[in-house]
């Protein structure tokens, strides 16, 4: 999956898609992901969600005779004739506490002193931060936890007649892994290619593992968090990579703009996204990324207003790279990734052999964004099982021919991609 994440505060009424959708599939993603578009609770936040069969009146434009319903269908629509699978947040940790849920089955949520806990999260410092506009759903003790199950498969249901066919699964490994195994199980007995992803960033490994198992397609990573050198990135994509795919991001809307926060360093945002979209199997980026937009995407506050000027366009090196992970066993794949020994340190050289088949590629990364560092290879292929050659698939300055010793000055941030596997047109 190649996800382009379009934001639906920022992109307006449904009818005002259609731009974004073409500009996403120029650039080769295949699927469309769009953050709750239900009707909110009184805090407005996209993910205090108060009526599930409900539809947000921000999306809807008033000057037409269509339905809400129609409208989003509509947009599906144009997604699809685009070559474009919408997946949507399936939001069922919790609900808006305004919710008309928390009066009508109390028995669904979790309780202290008679009333609906808030859920809430730790921060690394050891903090908590409560959710006060939030109530949180008890699918671990409801003594009608049936009743829930069967509520949400509605819900899941009901999306899909609209138009989506994946569900980004929000805080899901705060759901026992069996409700989410009933809940896949129920709507792909219908519904056989619908696409359950894990939200699973924050939690422990024991955590991911248990949530990977629960029959979801793919969970998220933390390779946007990851120095180039430590070893816990590695170690997390081992623990699940044999279970199913994981989704890489340079940036999401949880995060700060990369490149406001890179204090507009345009080799950074190229750096991570082509690590993002070549480390696994999947690849997500948020509308703006490929702009260098800086203001951070806002689940309550962000409109159509805060569409920026671009500051740069990175939108012909994205495509580039979507291409090369669309046609390669060894990028859309979770295979093996072995870290290989450089002595300078301002080098990452990564071995990635395609889960199946024997393809091969090195991605080598020059870590450094500020200064160039010169790589130097002995036998560049004792690096690989395979025989040669190896072809050169950078987005900066190919070479026909791959020498050994093999010798690059790196420009900061810079990347070499050598693959065993043959293009199919030298042109792309």
Not at 107 to 127: H, I, Q
Not at 158 to 178: K, N, T, V, W
Not at 234 to 256: C, K, N, V, W
Not at 272 to 292: D, I, K, Q
Request: hydrophobic fraction near 40%; glycine fraction near 4%.
């Amino acid at each position: 999956m190649i996800i382009y994440n379009l934001f639906p505060r920022l992109a307006g009424q449904f009818p005002d898609w259609t731009p974004h959708f073409e500009r996403a599939a120029a650039m080769g993603f295949d699927w469309i992901f769009v953050n709750p578009v239900q009707t909110l609770g009184e805090s407005g936040s996209l993910y205090s969600i108060s009526d599930y069969f409900g539809i947000n009146p921000a999306f809807v434009d008033p000057d037409t005779d269509s339905s809400d319903a129609t409208q989003l269908r509509a947009a599906c629509q144009r997604a699809e004739q685009l070559g474009l699978r919408m997946m949507t947040d399936l939001v069922i940790n919790h609900c808006a506490i305004d919710s008309p849920l928390v009066k009508e089955h109390p028995e669904w949520f979790v309780l202290k002193r008679g009333k609906p806990a808030n859920p809430f999260c730790l921060e690394p410092d050891g903090s908590k931060v409560i959710w006060h506009d939030l109530a949180q759903f008890d699918h671990r003790k409801s003594s009608d936890k049936a009743g829930l199950l069967d509520y949400f498969t509605r819900v899941v249901e009901h999306l899909i007649e609209l138009g989506f066919q994946g569900f980004r699964c929000d805080a899901a490994y705060q759901l026992p892994a069996d409700f989410w195994r009933q809940l896949i199980e129920r709507c792909r007995a219908k519904h056989p290619q619908v696409v359950f992803v894990a939200e699973t960033l924050g939690c422990s490994p024991k955590q991911t593992k248990t949530t990977a198992g629960a029959g979801f397609d793919a969970i998220y990573n933390s390779s946007k968090w990851w120095d180039f050198s430590s070893a816990w990135l590695l170690t997390q994509y081992s623990l699940t990579r044999a279970m199913l795919g994981s989704i890489s991001f340079p940036e999401s809307h949880d995060t700060e703009r990369l490149f406001s926060e890179t204090h507009d360093n345009l080799n950074a945002m190229r750096q991570r996204y082509l690590f993002a979209a070549l480390f696994s199997s999947h690849v997500m980026m948020p509308m703006g990324f490929e702009f260098g937009f800086r203001k951070r995407l806002h689940v309550v506050n962000t409109c159509p207003q805060d569409w920026e000027t671009p500051a740069i366009d990175l939108s012909d090196f994205i495509t580039e790279l979507n291409t090369l992970k669309a046609h390669s066993q060894v990028f859309s794949s979770e295979g093996p990734i072995e870290p290989l020994h450089h002595p300078n340190e301002a080098i990452l050289i990564l071995h990635k052999t395609a889960a199946q088949g024997d393809a091969e590629a090195l991605l080598i990364l020059n870590k450094d964004l500020h200064n160039n560092q010169h790589l130097h290879i002995d036998d560049l292929y004792a690096l690989i099982k395979s025989p040669p050659p190896l072809y050169d698939r950078s987005p900066d300055w190919p070479m026909d021919y791959l020498p050994t010793p093999f010798e690059f000055d790196l420009g900061p941030g810079m990347a070499r991609i050598l693959t065993t596997e043959a293009p199919t047109d030298r042109s792309d």
